[in-house]
């Protein structure tokens, strides 16, 4: 795997070299293991392994920059731009950011895992760092004079006391080829000379999205180009055994293609090939139904065998005796989906041997590997090109879409576009898996806690690790491949939110029964000083002891993702009749070390939090093994604008630190905030997310 | 096939249509204005949201046969001698949007409702906009910047 990631570095790299153009080039290369170095007090000498980034100085002044990473709306074009514009001291409206190309970008392995901000981040303020010294050195140059006396303001060099004297980027780069590559650690600005890093800065792409001029993978429009529909099953998995044609004649122009269990019809009119495919009759042999959304459970309990202990401490047995209060329970959590508003698109043309392709994809560079593996081509003969995307949350990290859309114009002999519909898109997506948790926890006479044991089945240990002092304990993570009716894969935070959910829930059941309050309960066992200033942040935010209305109800959630710590605290009101939840405030409080943008911090938790919503009271796939119930929107309810609530974003200051995830943490602690806030209001503690009506009355009765 | 003529953003169209199309492919593939999307195809999430005399409607679930004789706003034709809508002005001011995709539907749909209910409270833009579907959870920052546009927006109808 590392060898592979490492041949399509070098392709990158020798591609990249072979179309250099003019200005003051930086490349930018960093061994896997340094590049977050760059803000330890003693880095390790940077080693010569394969550029990460570069950026380049262009001959009219402008920086183009260049990553691997995609911008599907959280915000990194802003972001990264940001900080380039800050180590450059240029405008930021004269950097371009040029991401996701796998001709003009460096190899990236995906945009996913809230990395970009904590891993791009340190690599572009670097090679931006080193782009700046380059300049100064010509304009010391020009000048005849030492660096040291010049300065620069948005991209003008000039010499200290003596504004007459002053040089542009533009004239310093023009006509020069330089190229530059860091093998040392580079100067970075400190926070306190920041002009730009931890400013509010609004989307750059904004107008292009409010004006429909934003290009998305479907709104390519090629000369001669058809438009695919896919014929496919009505269970996930199905075998092709017999395919009935013969309608296809009613329809003119159309072109049947197929191969394997690919069946697709192609029309220069998206209506015409959707109403021809439905003509076609396949019979298909699909696999047994082994679990429903109710079965599921007890399905994956009974079928997975194999654990790892991820953590494990003390005695258990030995916790237990001495535990006063001692609470057991088993967790749910359903099948979720990605929903993003754009399906999965891809949009391809062939010029001889080689094929070109926009596709909505986090993983630019892995649509490009699968492509070229899945047709037996060469890498360099598949372009996968810059685009943005309508939403991901992982739901965009496999390149199926674009090896069925490439497959077709192959065999169709002309540019394809490929949208899925929503079906498709309820069927084919990478759904993130229905999960148990199993949890026992225990409390002295002090409210301490003396023991936890927690079994993950299929949720991952993702941020499981405990920030509670506990003496005795056992976290276990049960898995198995193939146990799910359907693909399975990434949803934000990956298994985060299902097993924060069971952490957070618990750790309210162990307080009530024991007689604490659940922020005192915390407080009392946390042993992570940076968790309890986070918490004490959200508590004060929130006002934790204001007096409650009627009906609502307090809940707390504590958890941790890609380096983020995170203390949520939502405000419900439960209709005790009806079992309808108003979620009404959220306060959440983040340590993400530095916050480059922290308006985009900000839309970020926001969003993750609305989104979080949803699948703790509304969002689960219906389904008979791999025969999908939920189709469409209609059966699958996401958070609406009535839902959501008003919400609040504080982070913990800290500028001097290096940034941590952004995209994701916030989502995790929305499950078991709101169940124990539902808690608070109703009584009712409900141990299956979604938290439904029907379920807050059933635990009511 | 018949001819089916209507305006789109103020300029005539015909199109020789069988009628059974839907208004979105009409807008989106024939005439190639992308900024209308799909998103459900069945009427449940607004991405595809464009006026139709005035009136918000999901084009996806509208047959082109129903649209002779009438007039249709899509996106690309809200701002005017390249100067913003004020809506799309108060998105951009509240940064009400992150991937985008939902984005032209929700503009429009403000648009449509925005003509009905010059500035409108909170609550009612709520219910005014709840079936415009947002994954990306930009809602708030949605009804904050309706709120800006419906106070900024002029009076008359525009058109
Ligand atoms: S695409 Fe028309 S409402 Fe979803
Ligand atoms: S901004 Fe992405 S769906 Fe609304």
Not at chain 1, 255 to 281: C, G, M, T, W, Y
Request: charged letters at 25%.
């Amino acid at each position: 795997m590392k060898s592979a990631i490492k041949s399509e570095a070098a392709y990158s790299r020798r591609r990249f070299i072979k179309n250099l153009g003019g200005g003051v080039v930086v490349v930018f290369c960093l061994g896997e293991v340094s590049f977050s170095s760059l803000f330890a007090q003693d880095g390790q000498p940077l080693e010569e392994l394969d550029f990460n980034a570069y950026l380049r100085v262009k001959e009219d002044g402008r920086i183009d920059c260049f990553t691997g990473k995609i911008e599907m709306g959280q915000g990194i074009i802003t972001s990264l731009a940001q900080v380039v514009a800050e180590e450059l001291e240029v405008s930021i409206y004269d950097v371009d950011m040029i991401m996701g190309d796998t001709e003009l970008c460096p190899y990236d392995a995906g945009t996913w895992g809230s990395l970009t901000t904590r891993f791009i981040d340190p690599v572009l303020r670097a090679a931006a760092a080193e782009a700046r010294e380059v300049l100064l050195d010509l304009a010391a140059e020009h000048f005849g004079m030492n660096k040291t006396s010049l300065e620069v303001i948005q991209g003008v060099v000039s010499v200290k006391n003596d504004s007459s004297k002053k040089i542009t980027y533009a004239e310093l780069s023009k006509g020069k080829k330089i190229v530059r590559s860091l093998t040392k650690k580079p100067e970075l600005k400190k926070a306190k000379d920041f002009k730009l890093i931890g400013k509010p800065i609004r989307s750059l792409d904004a107008e292009a999205k409010v004006t429909g001029k934003a290009k998305y993978s479907g709104d390519i429009f090629l000369p001669g180009m058809v438009h695919a529909t896919i014929v496919r099953p009505e269970v996930f998995g199905s075998k092709k055994v017999k395919v009935d044609a013969s309608k296809l004649s009613d329809f003119a122009g159309v072109q049947l293609v197929e191969k394997d269990d690919l069946v697709a019809v192609v029309h220069s009119d998206p209506e015409v090939s959707q109403r021809a495919a439905k003509s076609i009759k396949i019979a298909w042999e699909a696999p047994i139904a082994k679990a429903n959304q109710e079965t599921i459970f007890q399905y994956l309990e009974d079928t997975i065998q194999d654990n790892k202990v991820f953590e494990s401490e003390g005695s258990l047995q030995l916790g237990e005796e001495t535990s006063k209060v001692y609470r057991k329970a088993t967790y749910h959590d359903g099948y979720k989906a990605h929903a993003s508003i754009e399906t999965h698109v891809a949009t391809c043309y062939f010029e001889g041997d080689k094929v070109t392709i926009w596709a909505s994809t986090q993983s630019p560079f892995g649509t490009r590997s699968s492509v070229a593996k899945a047709l037996q081509m060469p890498l360099e003969k598949v372009h996968v090109k810059q685009i943005f995307l309508g939403g991901g949350f992982g739901g965009k990290s496999n390149s199926q879409q674009s090896i069925e859309a490439a497959t077709i114009a192959k065999l169709c002999g002309k540019p394809v576009q490929l949208v899925w519909s929503r079906k498709e898109e309820f069927m084919y997506d990478n759904f993130r898996t229905a999960a148990v948790v199993k949890v026992a926890g225990g409390t002295d006479n002090n409210g301490k806690l003396k023991v936890w044991d927690f079994d993950i089945y299929c949720a991952g240990t993702r941020g499981t690790e405990l920030f509670y002092a506990i003496p005795n304990k056992r976290i276990r993570s049960f898995n198995q491949a193939g146990v799910h009716p359907f693909g399975t894969g990434a949803w934000r935070a990956p298994g985060n939110n299902t097993t924060t959910f069971a952490r957070e829930s618990h750790i309210d059941v162990v307080a009530h029964a024991a007689g604490m309050n659940p922020l005192d309960f915390r407080l009392n066992n946390l042993e992570n000083k940076e968790m309890i200033a986070t918490l004490q942040l959200a508590a004060k935010t929130f006002g934790y002891d204001k007096e409650k209305k009627p009906g609502h109800g307090y809940g707390i959630a504590l958890g941790q993702d890609a380096g983020t710590l995170v203390a949520m605290i939502a405000e419900v009101f439960v209709d005790k009749e009806t079992g309808e939840v108003q979620p009404i405030r959220i306060v959440c409080s983040q340590d993400m070390g530095q916050v480059v943008n922290p308006h985009g911090a900000t839309l970020q938790t926001e969003g993750g939090i609305t989104m979080g919503i949803g699948y703790a009271l509304y969002e689960e796939i219906e389904f008979n093994g791999g025969e999908m119930k939920t189709t469409n929107f209609n059966r699958y309810e996401i958070t609406r604008f009535s839902k959501t609530p008003k919400i609040e974003c504080v982070f913990i200051d800290k500028m001097d630190a290096k940034p941590q995830g952004g995209g994701e943490p916030a989502i995790i602690c929305v499950g078991a905030a709101i169940a124990n806030a539902i808690f608070d209001a109703c009584g009712a503690r409900v141990y299956r997310m979604p938290i439904t009506p029907e379920r807050i009355l059933d635990a009511l009765s | 096939m018949k001819q089916i003529n209507f305006t789109l953003n103020g300029k005539p169209v015909s199109l020789e249509l069988q009628g059974q199309e839907s208004l979105l492919t009409v807008i989106r593939i024939y005439l190639e204005q992308t900024g209308t999307k799909y998103g459900c195809g069945l009427g449940e999430c607004g991405a595809c949201t464009v006026l139709i005399d005035n009136e918000a409607v999901r084009s996806c679930m509208i047959l082109a046969e129903d649209i002779e004789g009438k007039e249709i706003i899509s996106i690309e034709g809200l701002s005017s001698d390249g100067e913003l809508h004020p809506i799309q002005k108060a998105f951009i001011s509240h940064d009400a949007l992150q991937c985008g995709f939902c984005t032209s539907g929700m503009i429009m749909n403000a648009y449509g409702f925005l003509l009905q209910n010059p500035n409108p409270s909170r609550e009612k833009i709520i219910v005014g906009m709840e079936s415009n579907l947002c994954r990306c959870g930009a809602y708030n920052r949605i009804v904050d910047a309706i709120e800006t546009a419906g106070k900024e927006m002029p009076k008359k109808v525009k058109l």
